[in-house]
Structure formats: C-alpha cells, structure tokens
C-alpha cells in the first residue's frame, strides 16, 4: 500500500517562510507528476504547484515567484519551498502523486499539513 506523508506546515508571520516535504512509501516502481494543492475554509481544493518527471513545473499564478517546487526521486519525495508567505497563503495543504505500485498506476493523496499565516 502507498502511503504519502506530509510534514513542515506551521504558524508562520507574513514574509517568512516555510518548507513543506512529502515522502511516498511502500513498494513503488515508479513516479510520474508530483504536485502540491491547497484548500481553505469554505473554499474548494486548488492547485498550487506540479513537477513532472521530467522536472518540468507549473504554478497557480497567486505563487509564481514565492514558491518552489523540487523532488527527490531517490528519497521518493516532493517539496514546497515557501517564501514571501501571505495571509491568504494559510491553508490546508496536500501533496499528490501518480504512483505507479504493484497494482498499477494510482494517484495517491497525502492527510495535509495545516499552514497559518498570521498579519
């Protein structure tokens, strides 16, 4: 079974910083596009960032420029470099794989992490 475990949320003034991880386990053969969504109170679930395998990335607009998405495929693993944090930043945020296991190719979800942006 693929397990995706996210850490590194927290309560963060605006203009810091924070770095977001989430590691795949279990028995994996393979990892096609690795990304980053987000949901806040009383709003649907959005796309903050993507990575392919290739490395190629995209951006939900509202980040481009404060946010960097990375991987580390020996570690199985995907990130979220924060910076320049906002308010509107604060969010429940989610990390997404398309992993391929011994049952075949499935797109797996992390629990989230809570980020807190305080003014």
């Known amino acids: 079974q693929v397990q995706l475990v996210e850490s590194g949320g927290g309560l963060v003034q605006a203009g810091g910083s924070l770095r977001l991880s989430c590691g795949a386990s279990?028995?994996?053969?393979?990892?096609?596009?690795m990304g980053w969504y987000r949901q806040a109170p009383g709003k649907q679930r959005e796309l903050v960032a993507i990575i392919t395998s290739t490395g190629t990335t995209n951006y939900a607009h509202s980040v481009k420029g404060r946010f960097t998405i990375s991987r580390d495929d020996a570690k199985n693993t995907v990130y979220l470099q924060m910076n320049g944090l906002k308010p509107e930043d604060t969010a429940i945020y989610y990390c997404n794989a398309d992993v391929q296991s011994r049952r075949g190719w499935g797109t797996f979800w992390g629990q989230g992490t809570q980020v807190t942006v305080s003014s």
């Open positions: 279990g028995i994996i053969f393979g990892i096609r596009a």
